[in-house]
């Protein structure tokens, strides 16, 4: 079989005493004979081993606001230049790009552009940085850190949007080239993440245990929260109360409404009323920075000192307001360090989106 130019040779795999070829980038550990593709869609055995068929190829590039991976406290008011590809290695019944993530159709869809076009495009737009989003980049890990690293030779910082379900190995080759990352904790509980992700909550909680404890990535979490399935007092006061064990009171939590989508159109939207309870709950709990998301809620949007109250960060959905840190990321009141990576003064980006055309 003769391998396509978009189809990359990977690391991650072995065979099998059965002929077939295991993928060992995640826990799914997918075993494929010849010409079967992963349930990821993109990872495919082909000439005798795993190869990456989407390498080079895009779903589409767009300069984003870094508020809205979401990261808050990662160079805020900054440009980043998100992309993604196609297929995912998760099986959510409630994704909210289930277009892209679940999409068959790369070769029609996508836009073709190697990671050298793509670190020189960012640096001529002027982002601060590269997000690896829409879909989860564990997926396409060669063609990630291949852009990770050209980016780096251009002083630009790599963003992962990513749900953390990845092995050991694959997750420390992909993680030494990323500067930030938004991990998407999708519940607390092994039960939802089977019935509804087609997956497991331990290795997830296994990849954050592991950035916070052998990484300098700067990461916080975000939440979708389902109305009726991890939206109660139990399961977010356990939540909470984990990530302040093993991670630290300073991680940031998102907690977002869901809106009826994919395989759960019949699920109602989650009530605004039911954010402002997580969030509660996340800071009784010793969180020191919890926000709600995809609602109109400057309050909850909005970065405020965790010793004295003060507003640090004023947020009206993606547009910036009051800036009361210091040029040394200290609250301008009590003098108190805020976590995070801040630069002496805020980016101007605003909320704007912008589609970006790419050639290869």
Not at 289 to 302: F, I, L, P, R
Not at 345 to 360: D, H, K, Q, Y
């Amino acid at each position: 079989m003769r391998v396509q130019p978009s189809h990359h040779p990977t690391r991650y795999w072995h065979r099998l005493e059965d002929g077939r070829i295991q993928c060992d980038v995640c826990p799914r550990a997918c075993k494929l004979k010849a010409g079967q593709q992963g349930l990821c869609f993109v990872r495919a055995c082909e000439d005798d081993q795993i190869v990456l068929t989407s390498y080079g190829r895009s779903s589409g590039f767009c300069v984003d606001p870094i508020e809205k991976k979401p990261l808050n406290h990662f160079l805020p008011g900054t440009p980043v230049l998100s992309f993604g590809t196609a297929g995912c290695n998760l099986a959510c019944k409630f994704c909210q790009n289930w277009d892209m993530s679940k999409s068959r159709e790369i070769d029609t869809l996508a836009a073709s552009a190697s990671p050298e076009a793509i670190a020189r495009k960012a640096e001529e737009l002027g982002c601060r940085s590269v997000a690896y989003t829409y879909n989860d980049p564990v997926i396409f890990l060669e063609y990630a850190r291949d852009t990770a690293l050209a980016c780096r030779e251009r002083g630009i910082r790599n963003v992962a949007v990513t749900a953390g379900y990845v092995s050991p190995g694959a997750r420390e080759d992909f993680f030494s080239v990323i500067d930030a990352a938004n991990v998407d904790l999708k519940a607390f509980s092994d039960d939802f993440y089977h019935r509804l992700c087609g997956g497991h909550l331990a290795p997830v909680l296994e990849t954050l245990e592991y950035l916070k404890q052998e990484t300098r990535v700067w990461f916080e979490l975000t939440t979708l929260l389902i109305p009726g399935h991890n939206d109660s007092d139990d399961e977010l006061e356990r939540m909470c109360a984990w990530v302040v064990a093993h991670l630290g009171p300073e991680i940031p939590m998102h907690f977002s409404a869901f809106h009826p989508d994919w395989k759960m159109r019949d699920v109602p939207p989650t009530p605004p009323e039911t954010l402002t309870r997580a969030r509660a709950i996340a800071r009784r709990s010793g969180i020191r920075y919890a926000y709600t998301g995809n609602v109109h809620d400057a309050e909850g949007g909005s970065t405020w000192c965790h010793n004295c109250g003060a507003l640090l960060i004023e947020r009206d959905w993606y547009q910036l307001g009051v800036w009361g840190l210091t040029a040394d990321g200290r609250c301008g009141s009590c003098g108190t360090t805020c976590a995070g990576r801040f630069e002496s003064e805020p980016g101007t980006w605003g909320a704007r989106r912008l589609p970006v055309g790419m050639s290869a």
